[in-house]
C-alpha cells in the first residue's frame, strides 16, 4: 500500500502570547487536494488555546464551502452553459419575432444575455443544495475535524529560540540572521519532511526570500562597515527571520 504524502499544519506560540499559524491551503483547490489525497497533520510547540484551533477549523470550514463551489462548477460546467446558452437563444428568437422594436437586435441580445446569464446562476445556486454537493461538504468538513494537533519537539524547539530572539537585544538578532549557529538533530526522515515544509511556508508567507539583497547591509552591519546604523522595521519579523535563516542552514548542511 502506498503511503499518502503528508502536509503539515504549524502552531507557534510567540512570547507575547500571539500566535501564527502555517498551513499549505493557499486556494480552495490546494485544500480540496489535501483532504481527498494526502494525510493532514497538526503540530504545535507551546500547546494552543482550545478557542484558537476552533478559530482555525472554522477557518477551514470557509475553505470548503470554497471547495465544493468550485468541485461542482467543474462537474457541471458544460451541462449549465448548455442550458444557459439554450435560454439565451430562445429568448432572443422570442423577442425578435413576437416583439417588435424600432432598433432590431440590440434588444434582443441584451434581454437573451439577461436571461442567459439569470439561467446560470440560478443553477448554480441548485447545485450548491443539491444532494451532490451535501455529500461533499459533509466528506470534507468530516475530513477536517479528524485533522489531530499532536506537540512536535521541533516546534517546541522553534518556540525556544523564537522566545530569545524576542528578548535578546536586535544586534544579537541580526547576528543570529547573518551567521546561524545551532545545530538541529534530524530524527528521521518525517521530522525532516516537517521541518522542510515548516521552512516552505515561512518563505511563502513572508516571502523571505526577498531579503538576500538585504541580508548584505545586515554583514556589513556586524561587520562595524555599514555606512549608516540599521534601524529596527516593523515590516520585518527580525526574530523569525533569524529562526528561519538557523533552520534553513542546518537543513541545507544534511544535503
Known amino acids: 500500500m502506498v503511503e499518502k504524502e503528508i502536509k503539515y499544519i504549524f502552531h507557534i506560540t510567540r512570547k507575547d502570547g500571539s500566535f501564527i ?14 483532504l481527498e ?8 510547540g507551546g500547546e494552543p488555546r482550545v478557542e484558537t484551533l476552533t478559530m482555525f477549523r472554522n477557518e477551514l470550514y470557509r475553505l470548503v464551502e470554497a471547495a465544493v463551489k468550485n468541485w461542482i462548477f467543474d462537474k457541471h460546467f458544460i451541462s449549465k452553459f448548455l442550458i444557459s446558452t439554450g435560454v439565451f437563444l430562445i429568448t432572443y428568437l422570442f423577442f425578435s ?5 424600432p432598433i432590431p437586435m440590440i434588444d434582443e441580445t441584451v434581454l437573451g444575455l439577461g436571461a442567459g446569464i439569470f439561467a446560470y ?9 443539491s444532494d451532490g454537493a451535501m455529500k461533499k461538504r459533509v466528506e470534507l468538513r468530516s475530513k477536517v475535524d479528524r485533522i489531530e494537533f499532536t506537540e512536535s519537539d521541533f516546534l517546541k524547539k522553534v518556540e525556544m529560540i523564537l522566545y530569545e530572539n524576542e528578548s535578546g537585544k536586535f544586534n544579537d538578532v ?3 540572521i ?11 526522515l518525517e521530522d525532516r519532511e516537517e521541518v522542510v515544509q515548516f521552512l516552505r511556508l515561512l518563505e511563502n508567507r513572508f516571502n523571505f526570500k526577498r531579503l538576500k539583497r538585504e ?3 545586515f554583514k556589513r552591519f556586524v561587520n562595524g ?31
Do not use: W
Open 97 to 101: 419575432f413576437v416583439v417588435r422594436d
Open 225 to 255: 562597515r555599514a555606512e549608516k546604523e540599521l534601524v529596527e522595521s516593523k515590516n520585518l519579523d527580525y526574530p523569525l527571520y533569524a529562526v528561519y535563516k538557523l533552520f534553513k542552514k542546518n537543513i541545507s548542511s544534511l544535503k
Open 215 to 217: 541580508e548584505k547591509h
Open 174 to 176: 541580526i547576528k543570529q
Open 178 to 188: 547573518v551567521a546561524p549557529e545551532y545545530k538541529y538533530k534530524i530524527s528521521g
Open 37 to 44: 489525497h494526502c494525510e493532514v497533520k497538526g503540530r504545535y
Open 21 to 34: 499559524i502555517l498551513h499549505p491551503f493557499t486556494t480552495p483547490e490546494k485544500f480540496l487536494y489535501a
Open 121 to 129: 446562476i440560478m443553477f448554480g445556486r441548485k447545485d450548491m443544495n
